[in-house]
């Protein structure tokens, strides 16, 4: 090949590269002219790989919420459109999507339902372009607890590290000290969430019994396939109670290979992540008397409501709720109610004035779901902590703790963390 | 090369990069300068690692090892407050050419796929460092809080055109030293190393040095390339630095060209803007994405733009003769 | 590092049964993944990078087979049969149009089906976990050795992959078969001559190899859960396997698998935090000293 045809050659590509990518981004057929009817809700989330469930049950939830409500009329004539979008689980791609959705597809709205490392991105993204914004999956404290994380448009509507360790210290203490538990060992994921989680679990186990004693603590590796050296090193250490963080398929694992080697019939274990429907009924042999954090139940609370997004849940997703699938029904219950106070207002900061402070009544909460104003959270959702049964419902004897209690020991925390 | 090569090659790179700059001002969409900042970034990493694959024949499975050092080199320095946003960028490129000197001392002795074998261990090695040293880097969470963008010499890249631009203008700056070694005596060499290495060796080259100097200068490309991503996203994470993102890239290089000088930014804004609209339409990207691959490597057997370039050349080559042909008829016709 | 926890639990032989078990465990199970893998790589040069993709299919075949038949033994040979299936496919219509070819070729199109095979099992499966379940047959308590536990499917598992792996290197190197199978290892061309049908055989080889992952992936069913994408992580493992036993060599795969499982298992008492590492390392340092691996033959391809 000669040096000028490739010169050429080359001109005449990246001309036409560059005249199709020019072409293809404008030529989007989501922008619609027809905005003014249809308001559209961006959800980033994960869809595909090994925690897609996680993007599938909250855009079920999402698209059922919204549904209802254009089912219903709409507000002000107007209409809802979700539109999801997969970030592959890969944060600069939760970043790039969220702002596409934003400014190509012309969402007004965003429910964010990534992870927590991809939460962060997102969140970056909705504070820079100031737009309205529910974060409904990640449980880490300090994105909505740090001064530094707030965002003026910016909400979290998702269960809470801290309020949950409270919760579940205090629920673990009371039965240690009934049982004499007083070995502990924990086996959580080996990464931030897994980490800070066991920790603030133990810590508040300790402050609420404090002979607990943590004998060991092991950290298999996020996604890990196989737990049987973590088991086994649990079998040599032989704790009276083991608490451990793992969710997902890796719980299903850690259950399963568990049973292998008995290590249930002599061990009490609490789960913060055992909870969800989908991953109770995974587990072929689930032992009884695990104790798990509520994370969704069709029988708690038992009210009709509660019944009525269950069903209405089943028949649009081909899960059952999950705990994704609450928080992100919760979020859409938030922004509806504020689009009915505005007359459909699509101004953000219109919007997060109404939601700051807001209380909801859910399917979820026995008085309602509060949006607290001073830090973008939400605070009386359902914190309880039942005992697995081999059959669904799978979880029962749910023991509620009072949220008082929490938002106490909450106030104290973020003392020590130097949050307030 | 010539210096009427080194002329055209100038002119070309000062009109593509005013074509760049004049996008934003003609369409104002922010979501297509999001899109070309995206493209830069990865297509910069392509193009690095192409100094590599293409011209060197050395295929590395560990390219974003310096892809995300300089990601997150270049944000710490940045959170640190101390330095400004050049100098933050001059010293990742200079920590990232340290790096890749350290592990291409190792890695370039070995031949072939070994190469490819150590440089994924290498990456996979400095993706759980990223992971293990939460202190430092924010584990899995990654660089969080977002990273500085303090203006400097009346430059405020917290404006977003101002951004592009300066993304924009370092991204042609990085291509134009890319092809100045591509038409150097050095890149010479390194075909001749990929083509003929026994030759190479009897005409006395130092063939470790200059695979060496080659991975440096590539890394050192990877690092800008992590920069411009971490300036855009506003953080850095270890997905930067999974193999997945090494794959990308040579996904990149094998759907452009390995051979053509641009082929990778091709194959960079092919396959972004593939997955852009797949992703729209459905969730099933991958199924989508992985027919488009097969289609390409069985149907083409070579890259996009390869097969573009040949295909205009062969039309060329049947169009001379058929034209000559033609006015033949005209001629009988009028007589 | 607690050097003292290793040694007192390898002086307890309750805790070194149980470790030695647990080593075993995981080793063998890689063995049958990295086996395939390195028998596709000696034979065909190839690098099978979908192999994790195959694993994957493997487990699902076998799962969805074991609630069809509730027969594991039904499961087991389907995960095997169809995955064997599936890799001749694989190899007549993709890899065998891009032999020859640089690597990367072998590399996208491998790429190309981790990805549809991902989407295709989240088409069909949904995006859910799936568990198997113990089958009736090892419903049983963990056998007790010396003070140790070893649960009864486990020692099944380690059985079957076992007798698997002997049968393997016996057919490779007592047979017939298993000689021509070594001379087109080193001479395509010469057995081709011969009039011996190298495309059959070629894919045979294929088959044999990627069966070898359904299998891991049947055994593997009954205690790991089934998920999109759960290919991943045994990718990488057997990859490094793979490498450290040499590419193309059984015995090597063997060796190296049960390095890794050891390091894992005895890790997690002496040093949790450095197993990872160790893996990374002990991959590095044997690329550096011998590239072609413990037990490789230098390829020049």
């Known amino acids: 090949m000669t040096k000028t045809t490739k010169g050429i050659s080359r001109r005449r590509v990246l001309k036409g590269a560059g005249a199709v990518a020019g072409l293809a981004v404008f030529g989007t057929p989501h922008i619609a002219g027809a905005q003014a009817k249809v308001i559209k809700i961006a959800l980033p989330t994960i869809l595909s790989g090994r925690v897609a469930i996680l993007g599938t049950s909250s855009r079920s939830a999402v698209q059922l919420a919204f549904n209802q409500l254009n089912d219903a009329g709409g507000i002000n004539g107007r209409k809802f459109e979700v539109v999801d979008r997969d970030s592959k689980g890969r944060p600069d791609e939760a970043a790039k999507v969220t702002r596409d959705l934003v400014n190509n597809d012309g969402c007004e709205i965003v429910i964010d339902g990534e992870a927590s490392s991809g939460s962060f991105a997102v969140h970056e993204v909705v504070r820079d372009l100031g737009i309205l914004c529910l974060h409904t999956c990640s449980e880490t404290s300090s994105l909505t607890a740090d001064p530094k994380q707030f965002g003026k448009n910016v909400f979290r509507c998702a269960r809470q590290g801290i309020h949950d360790a409270v919760a579940g210290g205090s629920y673990a203490a009371k039965i240690a000290k009934e049982k004499g538990l007083k070995k502990w060992a924990t086996c959580s994921p080996d990464y931030a969430y897994g980490r800070d989680n066991t920790a603030e679990f133990l810590q508040y186990a300790k402050v609420f019994e404090p002979s607990i004693e943590v004998v060991d603590q092991l950290w298999p590796k996020l996604f890990a396939p196989d737990y049987t050296e973590s088991i086994t090193k649990l079998l040599q250490v032989k704790p009276q109670a083991v608490y451990s963080a793992l969710w997902g398929g890796d719980l299903v694992a850690f259950i399963e290979q568990s049973n292998l080697y008995r290590l249930f019939a002599n061990t009490a274990y609490f789960s913060g992540g055992l909870g969800d429907p989908p991953i109770l009924s995974a587990i072929k042999n689930l032992p009884v008397g695990l ?111 009072e949220w008082s209690k929490i938002l106490e020991f909450e106030k104290q925390w973020k003392k020590e963390k130097g949050y307030a | 090369m010539t210096r009427s090569g080194m002329l055209r090659d100038a002119v070309i790179a000062i009109v593509a990069l005013a074509v760049l700059v004049a996008i934003p001002f003609v369409f104002t969409k922010p979501s297509l300068r999001d899109f070309l900042i995206y493209v830069m970034a990865y297509g910069l990493l392509a193009m690095s690692l192409n100094l590599l694959v293409g011209l060197t024949g050395l295929v590395s499975f560990g390219h974003a090892a310096f892809f995300v050092s300089g990601a997150y080199m270049f944000g710490l320095l940045m959170q640190s407050g101390n330095v400004s946003i050049p100098v933050a960028m001059l010293i990742t490129v200079a920590g990232t050419a340290m790096l890749a ?69 370092v991204f042609m700056i990085c291509i134009v030293v890319m092809r100045q070694i591509w038409q150097s005596p050095f890149g010479y060499t390194l075909r001749l190393i990929r083509d003929n290495p026994n030759r190479a060796n009897y005409l006395g080259v130092d063939i470790i040095r200059m695979k060496l100097g080659i991975f440096v200068i590539a890394g050192a490309m990877a690092s800008v390339a992590g920069m411009l991503l971490a300036l855009f996203v506003s953080g850095a994470y270890p997905e930067f630095g999974f193999w997945t993102t090494s794959g990308e890239a040579i996904f990149m290089i094998m759907l452009g060209s390995s051979q053509l000088f641009i082929g990778p930014i091709i194959g960079a804004i092919l396959l972004r803007l593939l997955e852009h609209f797949v992703s729209i339409y459905t969730e099933y990207h991958g199924l989508v994405l992985g027919l488009v691959i097969l289609a390409i490597v069985l149907g083409l057997r070579r890259g996009v733009a390869d097969f573009v370039v040949e295909w205009i050349e062969r039309r060329k080559a049947a169009r001379a003769p058929a034209t000559t042909e033609h006015t033949a008829c005209a001629k009988e016709g009028a007589l | ?181 070594r001379a087109l290892a080193i001479n395509p061309q010469m057995v081709g001559a011969l009039g011996i049908n190298t495309t059959l055989l070629y894919a045979a080889v294929f088959g044999i190899g990627s069966a070898l992952a359904g299998v891991a992936g049947a055994l593997a069913a009954p205690t790991r859960t089934l998920t999109p994408g759960m290919g991943l992580s045994i990718l990488i493992e057997s990859f490094i396997v793979t490498v450290i036993g040499g590419m193309g060599s059984i015995v090597g795969a063997l060796i190296a698998a049960l390095l890794i499982g050891f390091t894992r298992a005895f890790g997690a008492i002496g040093f949790p935090l450095f197993v990872d590492g160790m893996m990374f390392g002990m991959m590095a340092i044997v690329l550096i000293i011998k590239p072609s691996g413990l037990l490789g033959r230098e390829v020049t391809r």
């Open chain 2, 101 to 169: 000197l350290v592990i291409g001392a190792i890695c370039v002795r070995l031949k072939e796929i070994y190469f490819s074998f150590i440089t994924l261990a290498f990456q996979m090695f400095i993706h759980s460092i990223i992971l293990t040293w939460v202190s430092l880097t924010g584990g899995d969470q990654g660089l969080r809080g977002g990273i500085p963008r303090p203006p400097f010499l009346g430059i405020d890249l917290g404006n977003s055109v101002a951004l592009y631009i300066f993304c924009a203008c």
């Open chain 1, 291 to 401: 104790n798990t954090a509520y994370r969704y139940n069709k029988t708690f609370p038992n009210s009709p409501e509660n019944t009525a997004f269950n069903d209405a849940y089943v028949k649009v997703a081909p899960n059952e709720p999950t705990n994704w699938a609450w928080q992100n029904y919760a979020a859409a219950q938030f922004i509806i109610e504020a689009l009915r106070r505005t007359n459909a207002s699509t101004d953000s900061s219109v919007l997060a004035k109404e939601i700051a402070g807001m209380t909801v009544k859910q399917p979820f909460g026995g008085s309602g779901i509060t949006m607290r104003e001073s830090d973008h959270t939400i605070i009386n959702y359902p914190v309880a902590w039942g005992k697995t049964q081999s059959k669904a419902p799978w979880v029962t004897d749910y023991v509620d703790t």
């Open chain 3, 1 to 181: 590092m607690n050097l003292e926890a290793l040694f007192s639990c390898l002086s307890s032989s309750a805790c070194a049964v149980t470790q030695v078990s647990t080593a075993l465990i995981i080793g063998m199970l890689l063995f049958m993944v990295a086996s395939g893998l390195s028998l596709i790589f000696g034979v065909l040069g190839v690098i099978n990078f979908a192999h994790g993709a195959f694993y994957m299919a493997g487990a699902y075949i076998a799962f969805f087979t074991y609630q069809a038949t509730s027969s594991f033994l039904a499961a087991f040979l389907a995960g095997a049969a169809g995955v064997g299936l599936i890799g001749v496919i694989f190899e007549r219509f993709v890899i065998s149009k891009v032999y020859g070819k640089d690597i990367l070729m072998q590399l996208l199109v491998c790429y190309a089906v981790i990805l549809i095979f991902d989407d295709l099992v989240k088409m069909v499966a949904g995006p859910e976990y799936k568990m198997m379940g113990m089958p009736e047959v090892f419903a049983l308590p963990p056998l007790e050795l010396a003070g140790g536990f070893v649960p009864a499917y486990y020692v099944f598992m380690i059985g079957a992959s076992l007798v698997i792996g002997l049968g393997l290197w016996l057919a490779i190197e007592k047979t017939r078969m298993g000689k021509i199978v």
